[in-house]
């Protein structure tokens, strides 16, 4: 039953992307338009993990998100919160990996709705680079969203938090508002399976600008990680319950590169 449930919702997944993001493709007149197309395909997904995969998505602590630009560094462990947060945040931009800008249709969406691309080949002059067009984003009014990490790990692995967060939060000047999550629990990375569940995605207080930039990625990194872990026991807990199998803990070093 699990495995036809998955199957079923990840048929839809797909079907509704290609669909979206053909059918957006006049949208591309206008960022903002091209945002209201990346909302669309977000509820499409958690509607569609609601009533196929049953996967309740549940925001917590929306009353802590402050209005106007900000900085929102999330834990990253699935493809959910990717989508998720776009429903949440008005004018979010994604800082991301430049490569995916030539992903056919996608990339077209992701360049026209204004993300802030990150060139690897570029070396050292990427963090510059970087930081020019986040404050360029953040001069617009624009929420900058930044998976830490800078890509999709495992439930349990120990943290690797980059340095380009902290780097950000020192020259931009705004709260930084810190996102913990167990979604990898539901719709692991990776992996076929969407396990039936309730998702949780906690904005926590922010963490107002000026701090020095160590005790800020030490800050951030103690928030979200206890929030995260905590939310990762009740959703085991609920798994459990619902007798499925729970995913082992990653067995890494933790690290902060």
């Known amino acids: 039953m699990l495995a036809l449930r998955s199957l079923a919702f990840n048929l839809c997944f797909y079907a509704a992307t290609a669909v979206i993001a053909l059918g957006g493709l006049p949208a591309l007149v206008s960022r903002r338009t091209v945002l209201g197309i990346a909302r669309t395909w977000g509820r499409t997904t958690i509607w569609l993990l609601r009533h196929v995969a049953g996967i309740r998505v549940e925001f917590r602590g929306l009353e802590n998100i402050p209005p106007g630009p900000l900085l929102v560094a999330a834990k990253h462990q699935s493809a959910l919160e990717t989508l998720a947060l776009c429903v949440v945040f008005p004018e979010f931009a994604y800082i991301l ?14 360049s026209r709705g204004g993300m802030v ?14 930081n020019a067009a986040a404050a360029d984003a953040i001069a617009r009014g624009r929420q900058l969203i930044i998976f830490p990490e800078g890509t ?23 709260p930084c508002l810190p996102v913990a999550l167990n979604t990898g629990l539901f719709w692991p990375r990776r992996g076929f399976v969407r396990r039936p569940g309730t998702a949780v995605i906690e904005f926590l207080p922010p963490i107002p600008a000026g701090m020095p930039r160590a005790a800020f990625q030490a800050e951030i990194l103690e928030r979200i990680e206890a929030a995260s872990n905590a939310l990762v026991e009740v959703g085991r807990a609920e798994l ?6 729970i995913p082992e803990p990653a067995r890494e070093a933790s690290r902060t590169a």
């Open 97 to 110: 990996k430049r490569e995916l800008l030539f992903i056919p249709v996608v990339g077209w969406h992701l």
């Open 117 to 130: 691309a990150i060139d690897r080949s570029k070396g050292t002059r990427a963090m510059g680079l970087m």
């Open 152 to 174: 999709r790990r495992p439930v349990g692995a120990p943290p690797v938090y980059k340095q380009g967060l902290s780097h950000l939060y020192g020259a931009l000047g705004v």
């Open 240 to 245: 459990a319950a619902r007798g499925h199998a």
